[in-house]
Each structure stands twice: as C-alpha cells, then as structure tokens.
T-cell receptor, first 117, second 114 residues
Framework: DARVTQTPRHKVTEMGQEVTMRCQPI?????VFWYRQTMMQGLELLAY????????DSGMPKDRFSAEMPDATLATLKIQPSEPRDSAVYFC???????????????FGEGSWLTVV | TQLLEQSPQFLSIQEGENLTVYCNSS?????LQWYRQEPGEGPVLLVT?????EVKKLKRLTFQFGDARKDSSLHITAAQPGDTGLYLC??????????????FGKGTHLIIQP
C-alpha cells in the first residue's frame, strides 16, 4: 500500500537547535508539498516542488526555513535556528500532476509533530 | 488571496443524529475538495466537486457544490463515532500541470458521541 513516509513522527527540541524533517513521497509522484498545521492558522502551504525543482516557497520564513529535494525519493525541510513559534505539525504530501484539470489528488503523510521549547 | 471560511468550527453531537457543515469562499472555486483528518493522521481526500450544483454521495455523506461555485456543504446522515475528525475543504487550483498547492479552510472539528 503506497504511502508518503515522514520522519521523525515526533520531535521535541530546544530553541535555537536545528531541526530536519524528511519525507519520502510515493514512488512515481512528481509533485511534493510541505504544509504546516496549527490550531490557529490551520493548514498552510510552505513550499512545493515539481520534478524536484522548487516552484514556490513564498509561504516559508526564508531566514530560518529551507526546503530541498536532493533526489526523487527524498524531500527535506530544515529549520535553523528553531523557535517556539515553529511548534506545529508539518505535513508532506505528494501527487502525480495533481490539480483540478487532471483530477489527480495529493496524498498526505502522517506528519511530523514538532515542539520547540 | 482567497479566503475559505468553514462553519461551524466545532460540533459535538450524539450518534445517530444528522449534521451539515459548510465551506464558503470569498471568490469562485476552481474545483473543491473535502478531506477528513483523524487524530494523529494526515488529511485524506473524501471527494472532489467541479461543477456548480453538483451533488455527490459517499455512503452516508452527501456533498453539494453551490450553483455559483462559491460555497459547499457536507451533510452526514445518522452520524457514527467513526465519523469523528476534522473536516477540511480545499480549493484546488486549475493550473493544468497542477503545480500549485491547495488552499485549505481551517476545518470543522466534529465529535460524534456514542
């Protein structure tokens, strides 16, 4: 059963530390998204890639966040330095040419729960 | 920037009751998706609606897309505890290659009590 895999599932870290979250998209999917979910803001799009190329990271604080896709099987989201306000659930999602015209959907991972103290 | 408003924000009802939750947009949807998110999991797609006035059914769930494609509703008949979760609506960009991400509402937190 193909699924998006995220690690770590849970992370507690101290303010100022570097945090790296990893995502393995579903094999064959060419589009990868990073979302952040909080109670206050809901699900927010941080960045996405198509065919490993970054297309939009306007939702991401540039000074401390970075997203990369070193190969087709791995996407990473890094926060350096981390701050308490970064505490949230970070979701990775992947799809094959998703969108209204194609009718293809995206599939979410189970999320990485980050707490920065 | 499109704003998606979902209501109610929280809803707790008894098993067997019926309920409706709503999703409204400040602008016309390209197409709209409804997701359910269970605790500790990522959102899972329930349905996609594209055409104004469209009605889709998924077992006890009925999804309706407004004629003007600016609103949608989800009706659950005879709710079960397994229906508990966060129900999210999302605007799906009509961008051909699909490179744009979904814009989500903040969701309706639904609790069905046995």
């Amino acid at each position: 059963d193909a699924r998006v895999t995220q690690t770590p599932r849970h992370k507690v870290t101290e303010m100022g530390q570097e945090v790296t979250m990893r995502c393995q998209p579903i094999l064959g999917h060419n589009t990868v998204f990073w979302y952040r979910q909080t109670m206050m803001q809901g699900l927010e799009l941080l960045a996405y890639f198509r065919n490993r190329a970054p297309l939009d990271d306007s939702g991401m604080p540039k000074d401390r966040f970075s997203a990369e896709m070193p190969d087709a099987t791995l996407a990473t989201l890094k926060i350096q330095p981390s701050e308490p306000r970064d505490s949230a659930v970070y979701f990775c999602a992947s799809g094959l040419d998703p969108g209204g015209l194609s009718g293809n959907t995206i599939y979410f991972g189970e999320g990485s729960w980050l707490t920065v103290v | 920037t499109q704003l998606l408003e979902q209501s109610p924000q929280f809803l707790s009802i008894q098993e067997g009751e019926n309920l409706t939750v709503y999703c409204n947009s400040s602008s016309v949807f390209s197409s709209l998706q409804w997701y359910r998110q269970e605790p500790g999991e990522g959102p899972v797609l329930l349905v996609t609606v594209v055409t104004g006035g469209e009605v889709k059914k998924l077992k006890r769930l009925t999804f309706q897309f407004g004629d003007a494609r600016k609103d949608s509703s989800l009706h659950i008949t005879a709710a079960q505890p397994g229906d508990t979760g966060l129900y999210l609506c999302a605007d799906v960009p009509d961008s051909g290659g699909g490179a744009d991400g979904l814009t989500f509402g903040k969701g309706t937190h639904l609790i069905i009590q046995p």
